[in-house]
């Protein structure tokens, strides 16, 4: 299950061929499954370890991120707030390891900040 949510102040159009994001290589594209859980007012499910992680630039950061995160074992949710040019926050609900959320997402191609 995952949401992704894009926060910025204002839209801006971004070029797959020049933002040099780490997810735009050639690949086919998966479907991601969505859903819901509690969540505080943030959107943040409760019960949930974010992360702040870099580099994320575009909603297809964002799917390669919650596709990976998403095939650990243990992992119930997965949510990324995308702040392109910042941190964006991925939030995990479940009982997969911190060590192993850090490891997918740095295996994409992105920097955790914290965690």
């Known amino acids: 299950m995952s949401e992704t949510v894009m926060t910025e102040s204002t839209l801006t159009a971004l070029s797959i061929v020049d933002t040099g994001c780490s997810c735009c290589a050639p690949a086919?594209?998966?479907a991601?499954?969505?859903g819901r859980q509690s969540a505080?007012?943030?959107g943040t499910?409760?019960?949930a370890e974010t992360y702040q992680?870099?580099?994320m630039?575009?909603?297809h950061c964002a799917?390669?991120?919650t596709e990976a995160v998403s095939f650990l074992n243990g992992v119930n949710d997965v949510r990324v707030e995308l702040v392109a040019g910042g941190a964006s926050l991925v939030s995990v609900t479940g009982l997969a390891s911190t060590d192993a959320v850090r490891d997918?997402?740095?295996a994409t191609g992105y920097r955790v900040l914290n965690g």
């Open 40 to 42: 505080d007012p943030r």
């Open 57 to 59: 630039t575009c909603g």
């Open 104 to 106: 997918a997402i740095e």
């Open 45 to 47: 499910p409760v019960g």
């Open 28 to 30: 086919g594209d998966a």
């Open 63 to 65: 799917d390669s991120v």
């Open 32 to 34: 991601i499954p969505t």
């Open 53 to 55: 992680v870099e580099g």
